[in-house]
């Protein structure tokens, strides 16, 4: 962008008609100085009182979804009644979502699922969003927490998703690992661990498509079927991208 008679140019005015057009390339500017190569926000260790400015709701958010425990460096993000109609996770309006930070990388986060134990069907856990969409979660059951991996294709037509795959139980009293990795052209590949150190692959790989008007996001979610009874939360210790 440069200003031309007091006038901001955005883009380059090939024409020289006063338009300017995007490029994808450009010659940086010279600004006097040198400064060290830097990235916008992606990692969270979630030590802050409010949440980082590359966390974006999926809708407008109400106050009680989370809560940023400074003290103990976490992020408590409570289970929310999906609505009536509810389709899939497009139609959520609690994810917690960052776009995209590059065309290849790695998230992963720690988390550790407190249900309540008085119902079932709580879901938490790390998705990649768009208008297709793939999860890696934990589930609360009548035979305890569960971890699978789904993906639903048109979510935003209103698509179920398909069958979860490789189901595994784990202990609700430890904490869980999940992860994705991000290849060149969106390939997404999910898988967990209980101790940051050996990761499981889980389901099939998954190609990220863009949502409307945005690209591809990563983060959270937390669901549950009932309004009638209080939530349980995710307690998220952090969330790192490499």
């Not at 883009?11 to 500017?29: H, S």
């Not at 904490?175 to 052209?185: A, C, H, I, Q």
Request: charged share 20%; hydrophobic share 35%.
């Amino acid at each position: 962008m440069k200003w031309v008679d007091g006038w901001p140019v955005i883009g380059v005015d090939k024409e020289g008609k006063g338009c300017g057009e995007p490029v994808l390339t450009y010659k940086k500017p010279n600004v006097g100085k040198t400064y060290p190569i830097a990235t916008p926000a992606e990692s969270d260790e979630f030590t802050s009182p409010a949440l980082g400015l590359q966390w974006q709701w999926h809708a407008n958010p109400a106050d009680w979804w989370a809560f940023n425990d400074v003290k103990n460096g976490m992020l408590h993000l409570y289970t929310v009644p999906v609505a009536p109609g509810y389709k899939n996770l497009y139609d959520a309006p609690n994810l917690l979502l960052q776009k995209f930070p590059a065309p290849e990388f790695t998230a992963t986060t720690k988390l550790q699922f407190r249900p309540n134990t008085r119902i079932t069907g709580e879901r938490v856990g790390l998705v990649v969003m768009g208008l297709d969409y793939a999860s890696i979660y934990l589930e609360s059951t009548e035979e305890g927490v569960v971890l699978y991996q789904n993906t639903c294709k048109a979510a935003d037509k209103g698509s179920a998703e398909e069958a979860a795959a490789h189901t595994v139980k784990l202990d609700v009293n430890a904490p869980v690992y999940l992860r994705v990795e991000v290849k060149k052209g969106g390939i997404c590949s999910f898988g967990f661990s209980t101790d940051n150190e050996t990761y499981t692959p889980i389901g099939a790989s998954f190609t990220a498509k863009e949502g409307k008007w945005i690209g591809a996001k990563v983060g959270f979610f937390a669901t549950r079927p009932s309004a009638n009874n209080d939530g349980g939360c995710a307690k998220i210790d952090w969330f790192r991208v490499e």
